[in-house]
């Protein structure tokens, strides 16, 4: 089984900042991963799919980069409703496997 | 719109069974593998089961090959998962999930339910 590893568990920062979260697998999952986000009481959102496609709606500010085993989401100005919890995901072996998840919360 | 609502969770003894339903709704869903997913009381993300398109194959992972069983219905644009022998364990919000079509494997899940809550308690 491929084990995500995301860091950090908590990330604080405040509105206009920037963020990146981290994705690490346990071996390549070439670029299978995708990122989704997960509010309070809400179903996760997917984000981005193959490491740096952004889903449809997604707004330009995130993007998602890395192959291999390092992936990298990154938030260029953070909004008021980006403030959730964070996925990773890979589809490149079974079983589908998620990270822990970090929580991005305002400081 | 394209939509998935999940149904028949609900409070369970330990040792008992029950059967989650999925509708979908805006899209082909014949065209669609379709996931389970769940996620206990604070805790992360579980990717459960997968089913191809046409229901010719299915995944599952290790914490519940053998007591879970995910089956659709295409003509009823449904998906379901029996659960068996549930314990404590099981309890969690139960998602259903579309995977984007791919060429190479499951794509990602683009699509989501609003979830169904199981407990499972004595």
């Known amino acids: 089984e491929i084990v995500l590893t995301q860091s950090p568990a908590t990330l604080s920062l405040s509105p206009g900042e920037g963020a990146t979260l981290s994705c690490r697998a346990s071996?390549?999952?070439?670029?299978?991963l995708a990122w989704y986000q997960q509010k309070p009481g809400r179903a996760p959102k997917l984000l981005i799919y193959d490491a740096s496609n952004r889903a449809t709606g997604i707004p330009a500010r995130f993007s998602g980069s890395g192959s291999g085993t390092d992936f990298t989401l990154t938030i260029s100005s953070l909004e008021p409703e980006d403030f959730a919890v964070y996925y990773c995901q890979q589809r490149s072996q079974w079983p589908i496997t998620f990270g822990q998840g970090t929580r991005l919360e305002i400081k | 719109e394209e939509q998935l609502v999940e149904s028949g969770g609900g409070l369970v003894q330990p040792g008992g069974s029950l059967r989650l339903s999925c509708a979908a709704s805006g899209f082909t869903f014949s065209s669609y593998e379709m996931n389970w997913v769940r996620q206990a009381p604070g805790k992360g993300l579980e990717w459960l089961s997968d089913i191809r398109s046409s229901g010719s194959a299915t995944f599952y992972a290790d914490s519940v090959r053998g007591r879970f069983t995910i089956s659709r219905d295409n003509a009823e644009n449904s998906l379901s998962l029996q659960m068996n022998s549930l314990t404590a364990e099981d309890t969690a919000i139960y998602y259903c999930?579309?995977?984007?079509?791919?060429?190479?494997?499951?794509?990602?899940?683009?699509?989501w339910g609003q979830g169904t809550k199981v407990t499972v308690s004595s």
């Open positions: 071996q390549s999952i070439r670029s299978f």
């Open positions: 999930a579309r995977a984007r079509i791919e060429v190479l494997g499951t794509g990602a899940f683009d699509v």
